[in-house]
């Protein structure tokens, strides 16, 4: 018997109209459904009509074990579909012990992509997000806040993406006014639902609209930070051997050349170069080393 295959399906991360016709055909036809909370998942079938799927309980407390269960299913030539409660599972989200689970039994996993807050919110952001950083659900304590933004401080990418509670957000973005304080923000509330709010700027204006709000502490939030300032990346440390590889293949020198080129350039010291072509013409009879042929 062929083992069936895991889907795994995105959902709407607010408006209901979001699910994708492919991610309904398969919640139609699977023969179980993994779901993040079951009581969430009822009410999106139910508000599509869809009957009789039989729903497993698959979340961070339950995973491991479910996982088994539902590997078990697929084993017996079972389809099933996982799903949380809004946006990509996998994506700071339940899913990925189950996901692993199938890959390493051998059943085939397909993903049916669709909705998911982090990148809804950095479409709508005005951010330029070729380079971006995703760092999930921010913790719970200022000062575990402050180390992961000085973290964000010296990374590479401009660009952080952060998931946070309503119940915090507001000492959350006082926290970045501290440490971050000329960065931009957009902080999007509840994307896609009815009361939909974005809030965009310096540290100091957001958190102003934030303490305005007298609905501050409901929704879902997604919180976008852009430095001002992107430190520069490190050089890489390469060997003496190494760069004078990497000049001869790049540029078509001889090695002897090449120890000029680096030495002017002023890459490393011309003696530490030209002993460096001595132990390349030994490893590999490379010529032009500055030795007589």
Known sequence: MDNGTLYVVGTPIGNLGDLSPRALETLRTADL?????????????AHYGVTGARILPCHK???????GEIVDALQRGESAALVTDAGMPCVSDPGY?????????????????????AVAALAVSG???????FYGFLPRTAGEIRKVLRRVAG?????SVFYESPNRIAE??????GELPDAELCVCNDLTKKFERIYRGSPATVLAELRENPNVRKGEYVLLLRRSSVPEPERETLSPEALL????????????????????????????????SLRLRKLFGTKGDGDDD
């Open 33 to 45: 459904i993994a779901a993040e909370d079951t009581r969430t998942t009822a009410q999106l079938l």
């Open 61 to 67: 407390f339950n995973e491991q074990e479910a996982a």
């Open 97 to 117: 012990l189950l996901v692993q689970a199938a890959v390493c039994a051998g059943v085939p996993v397909t993903v049916v992509p669709g909705p998911c807050a």
């Open 127 to 133: 951010f330029n997000a070729l380079s971006f950083a």
């Open 155 to 159: 990374e590479y990418a401009p660009l």
């Open 172 to 177: 959350t973005v006082e926290l970045i006014a």
């Open 245 to 276: 590889v990497e000049r001869m293949v790049r540029q078509g020198l001889d090695a002897r050349d090449a120890v000029s080129a680096l030495a002017k350039e002023k890459i490393a010291p011309k003696g530490v170069l030209y002993d460096a």
